[in-house]
């Protein structure tokens, strides 16, 4: 079935929803069920604005709202276990609906980290943060920045530590000019200007220094200064530096942070 589900399937035919799972600005989550199977989902719910964009579906057949064309573009085959996988869309007249892949057993980054009081041991954070790099990497190589890294849009299963990226958003497809900086952008990379693999790398060092220090890095300090804590590697340090260099260029690729020492 193609994904914009034909207008004479409606959504409430085919799924029912329950209790909300979380809300950000760009919709609402809630838990939902398939009514021919019972299978488990996750149901954004989305209403449209004039401030809301359009790109080609990856297809070219249609127009359609940017995050579900950015979420198809990240669930080509074949398809990234770290990244949340769109299994079905519906366009109705003052809204969307994104019908997602809900994995069992998880939590965002967040309150993971809040069960370990803010911050997790090394070795946890590295297994984190592979899984992370995989999913920045795929959604580069698709086409696609993600431009939202935070902990809230990684979800962890507490039982098997498999992670996922989610909510593409506050996305864009990857231009090669770069992009200016707005308010919401600056929190990935301090530069007026940026491209894609460079602020990319920016929030992965902001993920990393947070998972591993219980706090994000520059929080009343400079730019050039980022205090470490006490006891961290060598190796883990070396790679929080290398990612959070002022200078864009300076910053490594997603297969350089990947055989970094740190995960060596």
Not at 87 to 97: A, G, L
Not at 167 to 173: A, L, T
Not at 195 to 206: D, E, R, V, Y
Request: charged share 20%; glycine share 8%; aromatic share 8%.
């Amino acid at each position: 079935m193609d994904q914009c589900s034909e207008l004479a399937v409606s959504f409430a035919s085919r799924y029912s929803v329950g209790e909300q799972l979380g809300q950000g600005g760009s919709g609402s989550v809630f838990k939902g069920r398939r009514i021919s199977d019972g299978l488990q989902v996750a149901v954004k719910i989305v209403t449209k604005q004039k401030r809301h964009r359009y790109f080609q579906s990856p297809d070219g057949t249609k127009t359609v709202p940017a995050e579900v064309a950015l979420m198809q573009m990240a669930n080509q085959p074949p398809s990234c276990p770290n990244i949340i996988q769109l299994i079905e869309w519906f366009d109705e007249p003052d809204r969307y609906i994104l019908v997602l892949e809900l994995p069992d057993k998880c939590r965002d980054l967040w309150s993971y980290l809040n069960l370990f009081g803010g911050a997790v041991k090394e070795d946890i954070a590295q297994k984190i943060m592979l899984q992370a790099v995989q999913a920045a990497s795929e959604c580069l190589k698709r086409g696609v920045l993600h431009r939202d890294m935070k902990l809230q849009n990684f979800l962890i299963n507490t039982d098997t530590s498999e992670v996922k990226l989610i909510d593409f958003g506050c996305g864009d497809e990857i231009d090669g000019a770069g992009y200016v900086c707005s308010s919401g952008d600056r929190k990935e990379d301090p530069l007026k200007r940026y491209k894609a693999s460079p602020a990319t790398a920016w929030a992965l060092g902001i993920l990393l220094y947070w998972m591993v220090c219980g706090c994000p890095p520059f929080t009343g300090m400079p730019l050039y200064s980022i205090p470490m804590k006490p006891g961290l590697s060598t190796a883990c340090h070396s790679l929080i530096s290398w990612c959070l260099q002022l200078k864009a260029d300076e910053r490594p690729g997603m297969e350089e942070i990947r055989q970094h020492a740190c995960f060596q």
